[in-house]
């Protein structure tokens, strides 16, 4: 019980590493195995460090003996971030087959779907599983700028443009200033692709003005003095 508490008081601040390690204990106490919340708060916290192989382990041995949404998702996000995609694919489909609202495995099998260069590369279904976990009420600004990132490297960037500014909604509704820069700084340089040159400046503003960070500051004004500067040779710019 103390390692629980403790993992989740680090959890509160945001102190991932430092929980996991808690929570790696306290699953180690228990036989024959351990709680299913307590496996997948493991699992979250080794995702959100970046410990993807393990975190992939965690949810997948949960998986096999609960068969829950929330364990295959895991398994199936760790495994995307390791570019597992045969796998990633069957653990998402699992996830959204166990689920009512599938809006986040729907999210995720389209980031899958966004891969160039693999043989799970298709754009249209991306954008049919796209238009699915929207009407599901997909709100994680997170996951939303990550989508929309996907779409504006390929070039779709009405696509991107829709998701950054969702990203930005959800993120003011959820009260993530990080998030709200993120967002206003993606859509800036959908603005800024287009060639919409005043409306890339001005958004670009926008986030600086919003950014309390200095780092955030930082590469905020440089991107938008590299703008400046490329817009300034480019004959081809748009004023609007």
């Known amino acids: 019980g103390a390692l629980i508490a403790l993992a989740d008081a680090l959890i509160a601040q945001k102190r991932?590493?430092?929980?996991?390690?808690s929570l790696l204990e306290a699953v180690s106490l228990f036989t024959p195995r351990p709680p299913l919340r307590l496996r997948v708060r493991l699992g979250d916290c080794l995702l959100k460090t970046k410990q993807y192989t393990a975190a992939k382990d965690v949810y997948?041995?949960?998986?096999?003996?609960?068969?829950?949404?929330?364990l295959w998702l895991g398994a199936?996000?760790?495994?995307?971030?390791?570019?597992?995609l045969d796998f990633a694919e069957e653990a998402l489909r699992l996830a959204a087959a166990r689920h009512a609202n599938a809006r986040l495995p729907h999210a995720y099998l389209a980031l899958l779907h966004l891969q160039p260069g693999s043989k799970h590369y298709a754009p249209n279904h991306a954008h049919h599983l796209?238009?699915?976990?929207?009407?599901?009420?997909?709100n994680d600004s997170h996951l939303?700028?990550?989508?929309?990132?996907?779409f504006f490297q390929l070039h779709f960037f009405d696509t991107a443009d829709t998701l950054f500014r969702r990203a930005l909604v959800c993120a003011t509704e959820n009260n993530d200033p990080s998030e709200k820069v993120y967002a206003q700084k993606c859509l800036a340089d959908v603005f800024a692709a287009q060639k919409r040159t005043n409306d890339a400046i001005t958004a670009y503003r926008k986030a600086l003005d919003m950014a309390t960070s200095a780092d955030d500051r930082q590469y905020i004004a440089n991107t938008l003095q590299d703008f400046l500067q490329?817009?300034?040779?480019?004959?081809?710019?748009?004023?609007?």
Do not use: C, D, V, Y
């Open 16 to 21: 991932f590493t430092q929980a996991a390690q």
């Open 60 to 70: 997948l041995a949960g998986a096999n003996e609960w068969q829950t949404s929330s």
């Open 76 to 84: 199936g996000i760790a495994a995307l971030k390791l570019s597992h």
């Open 130 to 138: 796209l238009e699915l976990t929207l009407r599901l009420g997909l």
């Open 144 to 150: 939303l700028r990550e989508l929309g990132n996907a």
């Open 230 to 240: 490329t817009a300034s040779l480019s004959p081809a710019s748009q004023t609007s």
